[in-house]
């Protein structure tokens, strides 16, 4: 369990260096073995990103044990759980969303994405290896943690939670119907897939159906096992189970042994 966190110990506001508009924040809403932690002073548990919100989607924000070293030192005195966080945790940035809003606002796309291979909770989502990300909104959880075996069932534990906040006033978060497919952003060149809340709810495609087997050609007498009926059937094997498609024809779900149907009489199986 951690250590308690006494307010005096906490640090001043933190912060990427620059001295512009907050654009964003990451606040600390939950300590392992610090109760109450929603009472201490804000400005000392809570992560900044600053800058020119004309210009908000220039850059990522890092966050880990390299980019706020004296933030975990404070918040995560226990060495053990202090090393879960990596060097570089996670990052957040912004791609600008098509379309101008009334109110002067200037509406952007946030993504989260993991780069650790402890990974990164948002919500209820689970990004488990480096590379995967989720859009990410105004008010979602990102916490960190273990995976804690329990009846022979592992779960991720978080042992930190920030909640997301947007600070700024010239910037909203794109409302859903305005969300694309995200691509890579160039500023940040990391490879790996796209992965949101909604993709789970979404059922696969179905997979296009089979071609049509055909036998090949086969000498006359010769025995042969086939999927069609060019053979005077002997025995056959049909095919069953949960993945088979009902609307399969009984030819196509049969494999037929037996000779030729013009092989000569006496000709061997």
Known sequence: PQAVVAAAALPEALHVAGTDTVLWSLELTFLEGTPGVASLPRAGRTLLHTGEPASAASGAFKVGRAMQEEFFQTMLPVDSVRGLVSREHFQIWAEPAPGARPDGRLAHRF???????????VNSTLLDSPNLRVQLHHGDVVGLGRVVTTQGCMHFVPFIQFCFSLDSPLL???????????LEPP????????????????????????????????????????????????FLLEISGSGLRESAPMEARCMVHGPLRDAPAGAPL
């Open 111 to 121: 993504f989260l994405q993991n780069a650790s291979a402890n990974g990164t909770l």
């Open 172 to 182: 909203c978060d794109a409302p859903e119907e305005d969300v694309a497919q995200c």
């Open 187 to 234: 500023s940040l060149n990391v490879p790996g897939a796209v992965y949101s809340a909604a993709d789970e709810d979404m059922p696969p495609p179905p997979p296009p159906p089979p071609p049509p087997v055909r036998s090949a050609p086969q000498p006359a007498g010769m025995h042969c096992t086939s999927l069609s009926g060019d053979v005077e059937p002997r």
